[in-house]
C-alpha cells in the first residue's frame, strides 16, 4: 500500500531558512524599542576615549546622556542608527537564531548523542559558531549603525563620521577603503557576538543555552508552564542579566574599534589610528582608564541589553510557535 504523501504528513522541524526570517523579524521588534538605550551606551563608551583622568565629562550618567539627547537632538537623534540597525539585527539574529539548532543537533550527532539532548559544550559551540557567522556577515551594518549613533552635532564624543543615510554610508566607506573598510573590527565582531550566543565562560558566553537552561528548569519543575508568555519573559530576562554582565568589555573595545579614527600607513592603507585589534583596544583603554574604562556604558547597556533580550527571545518563542502551528510542524 503506498505511504500517505509527504504533503499531508506533519514536518518533523523548522528549515533553516525558516527559523533564519523568524528570528530575523523577532530581532527586528526588539531592536526598534532598544535603540535609543543603544545611542546612549554608544557615547558613553566613546566619553573620555584613553584619556587619564580629569577628561571632561559631556555625559554625567546614562539618564544624563538621554536627556541632553532628546534636548539637543530629538527622537530623531534617539533613533539614529535604526535603518542599519535593523538589518543588523536581521542577519545577526537570524543567524543566530536561526543557525543555531541545526549547528547543535548537527554536533550532537557528531559525538553520538541524540539531537534533542540539551549537552553544555555543544550548546556553546553551537551558539560561537552561529554568532560568528551573524555577525561576519552583518559586520558592514553593525559598522555604520555604531558610527551613525555616536555622530552627535550638538554634544560630540569621539570620533564623528557624519553619513547622510545608510547607503552613503557604505557608500562612502568604500570608496575611501575598498572591502577592507567594510569588514573593518570584525574580528571584535566575531569575538563579542560568538561569546554572546554560548555560554558562560566568558562575555557574552551566555544567551541561548542560558535562556534555554531556564527554560527548560522553569517548566521541569513545575514552576512556570512551557507555552507561558511569563516563561518567556523569566527565561529571557536570566539571559539578559547574563549577557550584559559579562559582554561589557568586549562590547566596548568593539564600539571603540568601529569608531577609531584612520590614518595612511607607509603602504597608502587606510589603518585605524588608535587600536590595532580588539586586544590592543582593551590593554590601551586599561593603561588610560582603568578597569572601569571597561564598563562605561554598563548602566545604558543594560538598559538596552535587558529588553533588547527580552523581547528577541520571547517574540522569536512565540512566532516559532504560531508559526508552527500554522503549519503543523512538530
Known amino acids: 500500500m503506498a505511504s500517505p504523501s509527504s504533503s499531508s504528513q506533519p514536518k518533523n522541524s523548522l528549515s533553516t531558512a525558516e527559523s533564519f526570517v523568524l528570528g530575523g523579524i523577532a530581532a527586528s521588534i526588539a531592536v526598534t524599542m532598544s535603540n535609543p538605550a543603544e545611542v546612549i551606551k554608544t557615547r558613553l563608551q566613546l566619553q573620555g ?20 539627547t532628546w534636548k539637543n537632538e530629538g527622537f530623531r537623534g534617539l533613533q539614529r542608527g535604526l535603518g542599519p540597525a535593523y538589518v543588523y539585527q536581521i542577519l545577526l539574529n537570524g543567524s543566530r537564531l536561526g543557525f543555531y539548532e541545526p549547528f547543535r543537533r ?15 559544550i555543544t550548546s556553546m559551540l553551537a551558539g560561537a559558531s552561529s554568532g560568528a557567522v551573524g555577525a561576519s556577515l552583518g559586520n558592514p551594518m553593525f559598522l555604520i549603525k555604531a558610527r551613525m549613533q555616536a555622530y552627535s552635532p550638538a554634544l560630540p564624543v569621539g570620533a564623528q563620521h557624519y553619513y547622510k543615510n545608510s547607503f552613503n554610508a557604505l557608500s562612502t566607506i568604500f570608496k575611501a577603503e575598498r572591502f577592507r573598510g567594510l569588514v573593518r573590527g570584525i574580528d571584535a565582531a566575531i569575538l563579542r557576538t560568538s561569546m554572546g550566543s554560548s555560554a558562560s565562560i566568558s562575555s557574552r558566553f551566555v544567551q541561548l543555552p542560558s535562556y534555554n537552561f531556564t527554560k527548560n528548569q522553569l517548566v521541569k519543575n513545575g514552576i512556570l508552564p512551557a507555552n507561558s508568555t511569563w516563561t518567556f519573559l523569566a527565561s529571557s530576562s536570566v539571559s539578559g542579566f547574563c549577557v550584559c554582565v ?7 573595545a568593539l564600539t571603540r574599534m568601529y569608531n577609531q579614527p584612520t590614518t595612511r600607513n607607509a603602504q597608502g ?28 556604558g554598563s548602566t545604558a547597556h543594560f538598559l538596552r541589553i535587558a529588553p533588547h533580550t527580552v523581547f528577541t527571545l520571547t517574540f522569536n518563542d ?5 508559526y508552527k502551528k500554522a503549519r503543523h510542524i512538530d
Open 246 to 252: 559579562m559582554m561589557q568589555p568586549a562590547d566596548t
Open 106 to 120: 548537527k554536533m550532537n550527532r557528531l559525538v553520538g548523542r541524540s539531537a534533542e539532548e540539551q549537552i553544555p
Open 318 to 322: 512565540i512566532i516559532l510557535d504560531i
Open 49 to 68: 576615549e584613553l584619556a587619564k583622568g580629569g577628561a571632561v565629562k559631556v555625559y554625567k550618567h546614562a539618564p544624563d546622556a538621554f536627556i541632553k
Open 269 to 296: 592603507k587606510l589603518v585605524g589610528l588608535l587600536y590595532k585589534n580588539p586586544i590592543d583596544c582593551l590593554w590601551k583603554t586599561f593603561k588610560a582608564e582603568g578597569i572601569r574604562g571597561w564598563y562605561k
